[in-house]
Each structure stands twice: as C-alpha cells, then as structure tokens.
C-alpha cells in the first residue's frame, strides 16, 4: 500500500507559475512510476505527467509540455509538478497517483489538490 498526500494547490493569474508535491509513504519507491493527472469539472482525467522514479525518466501530456516539469526528491519521497505560463484551461484538481512501473494502471490515487487559473 502506498499513501500520497498532495499539497500547494492555490489560486494564481494566468501567466504565473505554481508548484504541487506529492509525497509518497509506505513503500520503497525505487520499482514505481510516479504521475500527475488533472481533471476539470465536467471533463474526463487528464494526464500532465510522470517520472520513473530509479531514473528519473519524464513524460508529459500534450497539453502541458514546455511548461510544466516532474521532478522527485528521493531523500524527501517528494514529487513534484512546477508549472510556469499557466492558462486558465489548467484550471483543475491535480492528482498524484503511482503504479509498479510496468504496469499499466495506476494503482494508488491522493485525494487531489484545487488550482484555479483566473484570467
């Protein structure tokens, strides 16, 4: 079992920038996949993004790439997702959630942290 807690969430102007953790308890996390996803109201999930945790390897969503960045604190068992030029379409609930790294379903969700864009 793997417990994520999600924090710094908040409200900022479109154009400024944002960063959400993550932290990881309960398991050694060197064998996972840590992401990010998002979801609007009214919208299915998103993905924004994801880190091998051993390599530290990245992927991201169209939507966000070129201006958010995944990154991990091994020491801290911190993820997390920094995100400059923000819009107001990046206006969601973000989740972190973390899946055995050959698996293809995340397995294990936070509880998700608001960031409202205004314009």
């Known amino acids: 079992q793997v417990q994520l807690v999600e924090s710094g969430g ?6 400024g920038s944002l960063r959400i953790s993550c932290v990881a308890s309960g398991r050694t996390l060197s064998s996972y996949v840590m992401g990010w996803f998002r979801q609007a109201p009214g919208k299915e ?3 924004a993004a994801a880190i091998r945790w051993s390599t530290g ?7 966000v790439k070129g201006r958010f960045t995944i990154s991990r604190d091994i020491a801290k ?12 379409e990046d206006t969601a609930v973000y989740y972190c959630a973390t899946k055995y790294y050959y698996r293809q379903n995340y397995d294990y969700w936070g509880q998700g942290t608001q960031v409202t864009v205004s314009s």
Do not use: I
């Open 10 to 15: 908040g409200l900022v102007q479109a154009g």
């Open 45 to 47: 999930r998103e993905f």
């Open 57 to 63: 390897t990245t992927t991201y969503g169209d939507s």
């Open 77 to 88: 068992n911190t993820v997390y997702l920094q995100m400059n030029s923000l819009k107001p």
